[in-house]
T-cell receptor
Framework: AQTVTQSQPEMSVQEAETVTLSCTYDTSENNYYLFWYKQPPSRQMILVIRQEAYKQQNATENRFSVNFQKAAKSFSLKISDSQLGDTAMYFCAFMSRMNRDDKIIFGKGTRLHILP | EAQVTQNPRYLITVTGKKLTVTCSQN?????MSWYRQDPGLGLRQIYYSMNVEVTDKGDVPEGYKVSRKEKRNFPLILESPSPNQTSLYFC?????????????FGPGTRLTVL
């Protein structure tokens, strides 16, 4: 069974600093997606970034980028020039594409505080 | 074991046939929520509930109903399902909306409407 592990329950950084959230996963499959979701206190789930496993290039969305290490099964999120609005819960998630099963598996989340 | 359960896990139905997806949590949580997950759109909130008999619309409530008669249960009702409601649905719960309240997700329900 696939698992997703976020080893940092909580982190705090100063505004404008760069922060990296770690995520590791376990799967025997070769075809899958990885996601980072941001969840503000409103409990919406906002898709931050998505990575397809067959793509070597790391995904980037403005200040957000990932370091995808497929062999190590690692998928960390880097937030550059952090802003107060980045304060939220961040979930790493895995989705298999095998056997048409689109179930998404979430990590337990990392609570990120951006300090003024 | 603390958990959120959903049933059924997989459902194939036809347009217009009413269905209910159940959600139950055993953690005495006040806050519960339903999301749908679609490719390229991420997770979108359908409805949420702050407590018994208190429900409110999320981002995409059209075509759905919910009820919260008991604290532990938060069923999602599709009165007249349509193919555009084919999706993966997640129920979630948390103690409240405080920053320190961890949200727990159910395993997901794959719904196909033909």
């Amino acid at each position: 069974a696939q698992t997703v592990t976020q080893s940092q329950p909580e982190m705090s950084v100063q505004e404008a600093e760069t922060v990296t959230l770690s995520c590791t996963y376990d799967t025997s499959e070769n075809n899958y997606y990885l996601f980072w979701y941001k969840q503000p206190p409103s409990r919406q789930m906002i898709l931050v970034i998505r990575q397809e496993a067959y793509k070597q290039q790391n995904a980037t969305e403005n200040r957000f980028s990932v370091n995808f290490q497929k062999a190590a099964k690692s998928f960390s999120l880097k937030i550059s020039d952090s802003q107060l609005g980045d304060t939220a819960m961040y979930f790493c998630a895995f989705m298999s594409r095998m056997n048409r099963d689109d179930k998404i598996i979430f990590g337990k989340g990392t609570r990120l505080h951006i300090l003024p | 074991e603390a958990q959120v359960t959903q049933n059924p896990r997989y459902l194939i139905t036809v347009t217009g046939k009413k269905l209910t997806v159940t959600c139950s949590q055993n953690m005495n949580h006040e806050y519960m929520s339903w999301y749908r997950q679609d490719p390229g759109l991420g997770l979108r909130q359908i409805y949420y509930s702050m407590n018994v008999e208190v429900t409110d619309k999320g981002d995409v409530p059209e075509g759905y109903k919910v009820s919260r008669k008991e604290k532990r249960n938060f069923p999602l009702i599709l009165e007249s399902p349509s193919p555009n409601q084919t999706s993966l649905y997640f129920c979630a719960s948390s103690l409240g909306l405080a920053v320190t309240d961890t949200q727990y997700f159910g395993p997901g329900t794959r719904l196909t409407v033909l």
